[in-house]
């Protein structure tokens, strides 16, 4: 299986900004994280991190070949319609994923566009969010090819 991991803007300065909010850990230390539980799963992954929109876009737009996407939008959770329809089009189970808890933080963080297309949403554990998500992507990969006519969302 595949599984297509999209970190949105500023992501690429963890570790060096906000580690209050959003750990010491930095996008390379999450990305060998995430490789070697892909590896344990069986799981192959393309990884890709950018801070433009459009971009985010072509990266879903082009995923149809994957089981699965792991998604943190980061700020454009709360404001990016674009996103929000490319995950709707493509049906590709998607999972959002935040480093904090966004619902403990400043109100206009509560609203995510991206969590009614999304099949969950896991958020506030750090780098162990990403994890959590891979687990849930490989969960949700068997139960397609278990039972092929059941919808997993």
């Known amino acids: 299986m595949k599984v297509l991991v999209i970190h949105g803007p500023n992501l690429n300065l963890l570790g060096a900004r906000e580690a209050e909010i ?3 850990r930095t996008l390379g230390d999450i990305n060998k994280a995430l490789k070697k539980l892909a590896k344990e799963l069986g799981v192959v992954l393309s990884i ?6 459009g971009e985010i876009v072509d990266l879903i737009q082009n995923s149809k070949s994957y089981g699965a996407i792991i998604i943190n939008p980061a700020a454009y959770t709360h404001t990016s319609v674009a996103i929000r329809d490319a995950i709707a ?3 590709v189970p998607t999972i959002e994923v935040h480093l904090s808890n ?3 933080r400043e109100k206009f963080r509560h609203k995510s566009l991206i969590a009614p297309v999304a099949i969950g949403q896991i958020s506030g554990f750090g780098a162990e969010s990403y994890l959590l998500a891979l687990r849930a992507a490989a969960y949700i990969a068997n139960a397609k ?4 006519k059941k919808k997993t969302s």
């Open 48 to 53: 890709h991190q950018s801070n433009h929109e």
């Open 22 to 24: 959003y750990g010491s």
């Open 145 to 148: 090819r278990s039972n092929p």
């Open 102 to 104: 966004i619902y403990g």
């Open 89 to 91: 089009a493509v049906q």
